[in-house]
């Protein structure tokens, strides 16, 4: 396993531990070999996997409990980290996404922390990092953004400035592009530039997808790639070789792709 892969396995990794404690399902234990921490984490994994077999009845059987209703949305998103990139994770994401909306209508403002938590946390998998960044504000307290937060950091990734984005029709696109410091990490991927989409002003996050320009290796002889995420997969859609693109090029692609991905599939 390369250096990139180890990064992301290791901020995903902490991601799930860090939601897993949050619901106290397992002590967080002292590791001191790779087989012990993979049997813990499929520990983890089934007992979440356990707990949401006994949510999503609850649930079912009473949508407007509230408690319910966290404590589902909340698992959800603790299994996000543990199913990065399958089908069962891109429901996953889904459910979670449509739940957390579910939340934000029954119980206005009593949640509000926790569902800006939970927020950047979605758009944190769907590597939507300024969504992330934007949903962190007015989170300081909360001891799993400080982890949050500092990953960010360290795949820099916390700050950003936005520039001119563009729209077709409904879909908008906002741009943002990286201000952080490159991670001194030769085979990451890091992203230079964001493409945010939504269609009809729609934010929640099962409705954005993003594409990440991303850069590997150093400005000067890194190569560049372009990648669309949705519903918490990645797929690359362009190859740009060792200069970084124009940004009208990558623009047109990100339109193609929208327009290939949105087109009506025939029967």
Do not use: C
Request: hydrophobic fraction near 45%; avoid cysteine; glycine fraction near 6%.
């Amino acid at each position: 396993m390369g250096k990139r892969e180890r990064i992301g396995r290791t901020v995903l990794a902490i991601i799930a531990w860090m939601f897993v404690a949050l619901i106290s399902m397992e002590p967080r234990a002292q590791l001191s070999d790779e087989g012990a921490r993979t049997l813990v984490a499929a520990r983890q994994h089934n007992a979440l996997l356990a707990r949401l077999d006994k949510l999503e009845p609850l649930y079912l059987s009473d949508r407007d409990n509230k408690k319910t209703l966290r404590d589902l949305v909340t698992t959800y998103v603790a299994l996000l980290g543990f199913d990065q990139g399958t089908d069962f994770g891109s429901n996953l994401f889904l459910l979670a996404s449509m739940r957390l909306d579910a939340l934000t209508t029954i119980s206005g403002t009593a949640d509000a922390l926790l569902i800006a938590r939970l927020r950047a946390l979605l758009f944190f998998h769907l590597k939507a990092f300024p969504m992330a960044v934007e949903a962190l504000v007015g989170t300081d307290s909360a001891p799993d953004m400080i982890i949050l937060r500092h990953l960010l950091r360290e795949i820099g990734q916390d700050r950003f400035r936005e520039i001119k984005g563009f729209r077709r029709g409904e879909i908008a696109v906002r741009v943002f592009e990286s201000l952080a410091e490159q991670p001194d990490a030769p085979g990451f991927l890091w992203p230079v530039e964001h493409y945010i989409v939504t269609t009809q002003g729609n934010t929640l996050p099962h409705r954005v997808s993003s594409f990440s320009l991303v850069r590997q290796g150093t400005p000067s002889t890194g190569r560049y790639y372009l990648y669309f995420n949705n519903l918490n997969r990645s797929g690359m859609t362009a190859l740009y070789g060792t200069r970084r693109p124009p940004r009208h090029v990558v623009r047109n692609e990100v339109m193609r792709t929208l327009q290939t991905f949105m087109a009506p599939k025939s029967q």
